[in-house]
């Protein structure tokens, strides 16, 4: 199945360039100390932000994209969560074209198991295997986001960029 980094219903395509994806975390958290110095993080609020960009032979075709508002952003950068749990509340929404996917670690080797997503309350749980020590779930997010027409440069290739933060 392939799955490709959509923004708006427009999927990328490969000729626009391999899309080169970045996420990080932002927030609204400070560390506090008290009199003894002793730390607390106080956290608000937490979003992500982040990058698409490519090279390729076509444009990116986003132009005609309606960037007052907020725009549906698929991405293929996998998310992932590890423990030895079988239950994992997911911190963002899964594309809905490609469901989370679990991988159980026995005897230092990863090997696919079945899991089971509820989207009421972003659970992925875990079938159990015998004699794994982790599990590990993965999965491909969509984000709500605001971003910019893409900028862009032709030099014998269409380059185009733009940053995003989620809405």
């Not at 997911?90 to 159980?104: K, Q, T, Y």
């Not at 089971?116 to 749980?125: E, I, K, N, S, Y």
């Not at 982790?134 to 014998?156: H, I, K, L």
């Amino acid at each position: 199945m392939t799955v490709a980094v959509m923004l708006g219903g427009i999927a990328l395509d490969i000729h626009a360039g391999a899309p080169e994806q970045s996420e990080q975390a932002i927030g609204g958290s400070s560390v506090l100390r008290m009199s003894d110095g002793a730390g607390f993080k106080q956290t608000h609020w937490t979003k992500m932000s982040g990058t698409l960009a490519g090279r390729g032979l076509y444009p990116a075709g986003l132009d005609g994209l309606d960037y007052s508002g907020p725009l549906e952003l698929r991405v293929t950068q996998v998310s992932s969560m590890q423990g030895d749990g079988l239950a994992y509340v997911l911190p963002s929404v899964p594309r809905p074209d490609r469901a989370p996917w679990a991988l159980a670690r026995v005897d230092g080797r990863w090997r696919r198991t079945p899991c089971a997503f509820d989207d009421a309350t972003m659970t992925v749980t875990v079938t159990a295997v015998a004699d794994a020590d982790q599990y590990r779930v993965d999965w491909m997010p969509v984000y709500s986001v605001f971003t910019e027409r893409p900028s862009r440069a032709q030099n014998g290739s269409f380059d185009w960029s733009t940053n995003w933060e989620e809405a």
